[in-house]
């Protein structure tokens, strides 16, 4: 997942972020301290270039650190959209363009009785009777057109496709 900052590649960099800081400039520091072993024509280009070092090193933590600020703060949106989506006792879900769908939560479970399992990646169909199925494609054309359906009331089929009346409101996102 992209938002997990806990990978390999983001731990090893945590812990590796010194290097250029502090043991490059280091060595810079001794062959301007020793210059008889590298030569003295260089002193100049190396401060310079351990001074922009620093400078770069300290530019990049400072704006890695903002992104990992920002999407620690998106982690914790996300967290507390998830937990109202889940105590909800209204069926919340999230279904692709193509009608399959992509989320289903604790009220939908409730109400239409396929666990999450089941219902993750069927297509949205399986709620709909033969007779039904063109009404609901033409609210997902709408939906698709970027309009709102609100309250529409219709028939879906419940596990074990036994009908119940349903008041639905659909949104694009």
Known sequence: ???NSDNSISRVSRKLWPLPVFV????????????????????????????LQIVMSAAVWMAWRSSHDQLTGVKLELSSLRGIVDVSRDAII???RDGVIMSWNLGARGIYG???KEAL?????M???????LEATSL????????????HEM???????????????????
């Open 24 to 51: 490059i400039p280091f060595a810079f520091a001794i062959c301007y301290l020793a210059p008889s072993l590298f030569g003295s024509a260089l002193t100049a280009f190396v401060v310079a270039f351990s001074i």
């Open 114 to 116: 396929y666990s999450g």
């Open 1 to 3: 997942m992209i938002l």
């Open 121 to 125: 990646g069927s297509p949205i169909s």
């Open 94 to 96: 999230g279904i692709t």
């Open 127 to 133: 709620l709909f009777d033969n007779r039904r199925g």
């Open 140 to 151: 997902f054309e709408k939906v698709a057109r970027g309009e709102n359906i609100q309250q």
């Open 155 to 173: 028939v879906h089929l419940k596990k074990g496709r036994t009908p119940i009346d349903i008041s639905l409101t659909i949104s694009p996102l």
